[in-house]
């Protein structure tokens, strides 16, 4: 066991080393890598914060469904069971004429001159039926069963489901649709350049210390004693660009809210990403370290295992 971990401070050290002497080459990589991380780390905050946005629109959406004064309460009963029994409806709420007037004054307390015009009038207001739909992609299903004859002759006017935040959402969604793509194809790309860029560094390194290695190799060094500093050194580059990068969204954030002064920058709060990044901030980190390493670790391994001779050359 002590041997074991004498090995491994040893590759540990000596991969250390290398990081220093190739610094130089290693600041592409890094580049790279960095940009790679940075777009990752971007498209996970930006989904959240899109997810959360059409999570509290589509919980202000309902279909409101104003009654006749004619309708009796067992006829206003058995419509509000029979909504009760859709599958697509999540939760059905009654209001009697005097339950809307009160929820109408409520809604409208900062109003004096329309809560005096209410006053002074009979209440006008229509008993109404508030549904909350629980799938937005099932409104034609409630629409249709709420214009049946037999329901539409209980209804004083056409029912309101919120269209417009419907389609607040459909832009939301689209953009999100947009965006990961985007992020998708962006990622694809700068892990691959990260890829061959690290792959090249450690092959640069490889040729620069062929003789050493050839050396170590005809003493008796192991395949991973010779393979592992070069593999330690790109997880280095992959550990420093997981911080840099994740540094740089703080910085980003920092300068949003402070030069900016925005909370929200078109249909991305701002305000709501900041607070999600501070309150995932170690989780997304562990996040940046592990595809850092992944990329080093594994750009690495293939680089060592194309260029490097672990042969002794027969005689």
Known sequence: MGRRTTTFGRIVRTGMLNFVRNA????AAMAIMIITLT????SLIVNATFRNTVDQITDKINISIYLKDTVSEAQAKTFVDDLRALP????????????ALRAYMKQNVGNESLLKAINETDNPLPATIQVKPRDLNQLGQIRSFIEKPDNKKLQSDPAS?????????????????????AG??????????????IFNTIQM???????????????????WYIRGPFVIEAIIYGILSAIISILL????????SNSLQATSLGILDISYSQQYFRNHFWWLLVIQLALGILIGAA?????TRRYLKFKTPKK
Do not use: C, P
Request: charged content about 20%; proline content about 0%; cysteine-free.
């Open 184 to 197: 998708v194809v962006a990622v694809a790309v700068f892990a691959t350049i990260s890829v061959l860029i």
């Open 24 to 27: 130089w080459l290693a600041v």
């Open 88 to 99: 697509s409806v999540e939760k059905v709420s009654y209001l009697d004429k005097a339950a």
């Open 205 to 223: 390194a490889i040729f620069n210390r062929r003789d050493e290695l050839q050396i170590m190799r005809l003493l008796g060094a192991s395949t």
């Open 39 to 42: 777009i990752i780390l971007f």
């Open 249 to 256: 969204i703080n910085a980003l954030f920092i300068t949003a």
């Open 299 to 303: 750009s690495s391994i293939i680089a």
């Open 161 to 181: 489901d919120n269209g417009d935040r419907r389609e607040a959402i459909d832009k939301i969604t689209h953009a999100t649709n947009i965006m990961r793509r």
